[in-house]
């Protein structure tokens, strides 16, 4: 099975611009992300892809040559053509992808290694990093809830059945589905299969709030 790690990285943000180049609690979250992608262990090959010259120069500070892909500028502009986005990846031999968001500081490289281990093991046919959450969750107006339907049921939130979300932190799919369908996986039993993990691994950076918040808890972390 050949696995290969995959980050692409844009500076084309529309909620906020640049936001991998903007300091980051001494650094920045390419940077940190081109060093994690550098420090893992166990894969065929990883790659770090991008347009923008500041990231290629960044990336070459601590990447071999081979492990820098040059994206074409349409690719950074798309959020909905999958083929576009990941095309520079087809002619790779591999088997497993996984794709590495570059906006979760704090997701650990062995988190990555652990999930990697258990899709070798247990050949799932896709894999995503989740968080598990107990509460109470409802479609929408409290008319349609999606667990603990009943009211005499509603005791508290320990005793709910769990939700998961999609953390978006790293999402694994294989190469012949993936371009064959222009899809993921199929939304079936394990696949994906949902890899389970910590809260502060999951802290994503979309806006402006949510990089004060991560680059808040990481100071906080490396004190």
Request: with cysteine; charged share 25%.
């Amino acid at each position: 099975m050949k696995v290969i790690a995959l980050v692409n990285a844009r500076l084309a943000s529309s909620r906020l611009p640049n936001k991998l180049l903007k300091p980051f609690a001494n650094t920045s979250l390419a940077e940190i992300s081109i060093k994690r992608l550098k420090n893992l262990k166990n894969f065929n090959k990883k790659y770090f892809a991008a347009y923008d010259e500041p990231l290629l120069h960044l990336a070459k500070k601590y990447l071999d040559d081979d492990s820098i892909l040059t994206r074409s500028k349409e690719s950074t502009q798309s959020n909905n053509n999958i083929l576009l986005e990941f095309g520079h990846v087809k002619d790779i031999d591999f088997d497993y992808c996984v794709w590495i968001n570059s906006c979760h500081a704090h997701l650990k490289a062995e988190t990555i290694e652990n999930a990697v281990y258990l899709l070798r093991n247990k050949s799932y046919p896709s894999m995503t990093s989740a968080i598990k959450h107990y509460s109470w969750f409802y479609e929408n107006n409290g008319s349609n809830p999606i667990n603990m339907k009943y009211p005499n049921e509603q005791k508290n939130t320990q005793q709910s059945k769990p939700i998961f979300e999609v953390a978006h932190a790293f999402h694994i799919w294989r190469k012949e589905h993936f371009f064959n369908t222009l899809t993921v996986w199929n939304n079936k039993h394990n696949d994906p299969y949902l890899f389970e993990i910590d809260k502060i691994e999951a802290l994503d950076v979309d806006d402006e709030k949510d990089f004060i918040i991560s680059e808040s808890v990481y100071k906080n972390i490396q004190e």
